[in-house]
């Protein structure tokens, strides 16, 4: 029985259906389908396709509360994600290992990323060749255009070609892969479960809530969910693996009684089993911008072939920035708005024409928190993502904000450059660290809130099994001990086909 039917439980439902010795069960709460427009990633944020969270209030970011999107429709957020196309850096994965997720490294998962892709043209030894996720690069920008320009101004800025973003040397700048096949959305729906929909060991239901993990004699032996206004239960002959996403999987573990006992008797929830680390270690990458006017939009044909680049905020650091150049200006909040809504409103077609320089910070050391707001299944989670809350992650976003404005001030971009928008004529280091704070947004990587490991904080051991209960696995996002340094989906699934390898 797989719980929660995102990324990861995708990957997972048709990897372990290929065995027809196997039934598998599907649940996911959403619905089967997003919308037409599968590419418009942004009018898909706070729509029904959403489960639109918003943030507690955060200290770090002057107490806005931020709005926080996760899919609530088949593919999670592989439905409603920016679909770039990013492994992190191999150290950190190798960093799982070192904090206690003993056999989770970049060698161990190397494998499991090479076999969820097919990238054409790019080399074998790093990359896969017939994986379910066709990945390849869009024609190269042209000659004269703004993308074809920021190649130039990256260069000029003192970074170095990587071949490939996400083969041997990911560092560097290079072009971005995206999941998109023949113009349209590749979610893991589209890559892994619908190719499997046929098979008649395989049943996916959507629409239906998960409120409860059945327990028996410290096993997992099913799930209670909700259909509109009716509870059923489905008993489980073998395993339940939780796939409902760095934010679902913790809540579920809650309501069902495993995780930290106090927080749970204070909402009347009977302990299970005193699982502390639930729902703690959350961690997002924390992304803002920079942004300057042009004199008319930049489309760029529609094709844009748009570099990342992955630097290091010092010699001695690992690779831990990152940049991306996008051909309009990102939106900024004001001071005054005390609610930032990461949704569809505030991204409407704006009357500046410009482009933006994003910048994100890749191993934060700022962790948070989900907990229940009460024993409802119904009632939204708390999710606190902590950002800013160790000091040193802001010191370094403004290293990042440095970077990215020289990036933005390149000379190859003068010729499209009309007024810096955003920041406007800041250099003190007080202005700088506040506009930080201002720009800073979440990135939509959540992790960690049901980490590998073998010590008192973990709450899955390296065999993805959740400590002190049978039966019961957990496999997604949330399992990362440490967010990898890139955007979390290319990990996720491979998260998910190693935990497959596990079960079959
Ligand atoms: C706006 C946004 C943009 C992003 N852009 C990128 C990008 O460009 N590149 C990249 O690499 N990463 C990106 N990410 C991150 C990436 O998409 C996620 O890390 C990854 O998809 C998470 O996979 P998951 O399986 O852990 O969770 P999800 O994909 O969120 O899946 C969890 C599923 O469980 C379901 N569920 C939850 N609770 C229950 C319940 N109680 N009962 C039944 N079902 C339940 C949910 O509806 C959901 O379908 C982005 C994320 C967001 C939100």
């Keep these: 029985m797989v719980v929660g039917g995102g990324t990861a439980g995708c990957v997972l439902a048709a990897r372990l259906s290929q065995d027809s010795n196997v039934r598998v069960l599907l649940l996911e709460a959403g619905a089967e389908q997003g919308p037409a427009d599968t590419l418009n990633d942004v009018a898909m944020w706070d729509s029904p396709v959403d489960w639109a969270y918003r943030s507690t209030p955060q200290r770090g970011l002057d107490e806005v509360v931020v709005a926080i999107p996760r899919g609530k429709v088949l593919g999670g957020c592989s439905t409603i994600n920016s679909l770039a196309h990013l492994r992190g850096h191999r150290s950190s994965y190798d960093t799982w290992e070192e904090a206690g997720a003993t056999g989770w490294n970049n060698d161990t998962l190397l494998p499991f990323l090479k076999g969820s892709e097919t990238a054409v043209g790019m080399d074998p030894r790093w990359r896969g060749t017939d994986g379910p996720m066709v990945l390849g690069l869009g024609p190269p920008a042209e000659a004269g255009s703004f993308y074809h320009a920021t190649y130039r101004a990256a260069l ?45 060991n395989l049943t996916v239901r959507t629409g239906v809530t998960a409120r409860r993990l059945v327990l028996t004699r410290g096993r997992c032996t099913g799930v209670e969910y909700t259909t509109g206004d009716d509870t059923h239960t489905a008993r489980a002959r073998r395993d339940v693996v939780v796939t409902a996403g760095a934010i679902g999987s913790p809540q579920l573990l809650m309501l069902s009684g495993i995780g930290p006992a106090q927080h749970l008797r204070d909402l009347g929830i009977d302990v299970e089993h005193d699982l502390p680390g639930v729902g703690q270690n959350l961690h997002d990458h924390p992304f803002a911008h920079v942004s300057f006017s042009t004199r008319k939009p930049l489309d760029d044909g529609g094709a844009p072939d748009p570099p990342h680049i992955v630097a290091r905020s010092s010699p001695t650091a690992a690779p831990d920035l990152q940049f991306v150049f996008v051909h309009f200006p990102m939106p900024t909040r004001s001071p005054s708005d005390r609610f930032e809504r990461w949704g569809s409103s505030q991204w409407a077609p704006r009357q500046v024409h410009g482009y933006s320089v994003t ?49 933005g001030l390149a000379g190859a971009l003068a010729p499209w450059r009309l007024a810096e928008l955003a920041p406007v004529e800041v250099t003190d280091e007080r202005s700088l660290r506040e506009y930080a704070r201002l720009a800073t947004t979440p990135f ?18 390296p065999h993805l099994r959740v400590q002190g209960v049978d039966g019961l696995r957990v496999a997604d996002a949330s399992v990362m001990p440490s967010i990898v340094a890139a955007n979390t989906h290319a990990t996720v699934v491979a998260i998910a086909e190693r935990a497959a390898s596990m079960l079959t």
């Design 156 to 200: 000029d800025s003192g970074y170095r070609r990587s071949p490939d973003g996400n083969g041997e040397h990911i560092e560097g700048i290079a072009r971005t892969e995206f999941n998109i096949v023949n113009g349209a959305r590749q979610s893991a729906t589209e890559a892994y479960l619908r190719p499997a929909l046929g098979r008649p």
């Design 359 to 407: 910048f994100s910070l890749l191993r934060p050391r700022s962790r948070g928190s989900v907990r229940l707001l009460s024993r409802d299944p119904a009632s939204a989670p708390l999710i606190d993502p902590g950002y800013y809350a160790d000091p040193r992650d802001l010191d370094l976003m403004v290293t990042a904000l440095r970077h990215a404005r020289r990036l």
């Design 444 to 461: 939509g990587h959540f992790v960690g809130t049901c980490a590998i490991g073998t010590g008192p904080r973990a709450v899955v051991d």
